[in-house]
């Protein structure tokens, strides 16, 4: 597949939100990552369902929801019946909360929503392997989640390179997505190890033009 950026909505001013989409309408972006937190799972939180709907009347780009939390075999399926999928592209929940993947990720499917699967940096890229029948795309974080800002956990670049292995050798098509510290100045330790899919938060709302910092990121997850 071909490799993008997509932005992680949570590092935007949110007092001045429709400018902030506009910026964003103009980089190449393919994707905006809405991550909702719930203060349990993650010590943080964040969005929910009410500023998706607005988020969805202002943006064309198409959207990617990270569900942070603690039930998301109940949440997902409730959070499904109160909003507009037409522009949701992508739902991801965690290996370590999810009860039933198999099931979870059908009830995404059937919406014609692709179903991820992520991990934190402590927890074994074997939790998405023995999965990996279910899902249509892998998230590895590469800091521990729940605030933007931090720094890549070395440890998680291997997990990547031992993913993208496995799904070469396997002949598998599903993209690996990567979240957490990522900006210009450390994106390519990811692409090097064959990273598709680079969530970036701060590394582009934190820069003073986000069309070239995108356009640069492009550059090198293309090279």
């Known amino acids: 597949m071909k490799n993008f950026v997509a932005a992680s909505i949570i590092a935007a001013d949110f007092w001045s939100l429709n400018k902030e989409i506009e910026k964003l309408e103009k980089t190449e972006v393919k994707w905006i990552h809405y991550d909702i937190m719930d203060g349990h799972f993650v010590p943080n939180i964040t969005i929910g369902s009410c500023e998706l709907h607005s988020l969805i009347k202002k943006t064309n780009i198409p959207i990617d929801i990270h569900f942070m939390v603690n039930n998301p075999d109940y949440i997902i399926p409730n959070f499904l019946k109160l909003i507009d999928t037409k522009k949701i592209k992508n739902i991801t929940a965690h290996a ?30 074997n939790r998405i392997l023995d999965n ?33 292995n496995f799904l070469i050798k396997n002949n598998l098509d599903i993209p690996i997505q990567v979240d957490g510290g ?26 003073k033009d986000y069309k070239n910092t995108v356009k640069e990121m492009v550059k090198i997850i293309d090279s």
């Open 182 to 207: 990522i900006k210009l100045n450390n994106i390519s330790l990811l692409s090097d190890v064959g990273a598709n899919i680079f969530v970036s938060g701060t590394g582009i709302f934190k820069t």
């Open 96 to 125: 370590e909360t999810v009860t039933n993947i198999k099931k979870l990720s059908k009830i995404v499917q059937n919406k014609n929503i692709n179903f991820g699967l992520a991990i934190n940096p402590k927890t074994s890229v």
């Open 132 to 164: 990996i029948s279910y899902i249509d795309l892998a998230l590895i974080m590469t800091v521990e989640p729940g605030f933007a800002g931090q720094m890549i956990i070395s440890k998680c670049i291997k997990k990547v390179e031992k993913l993208k």
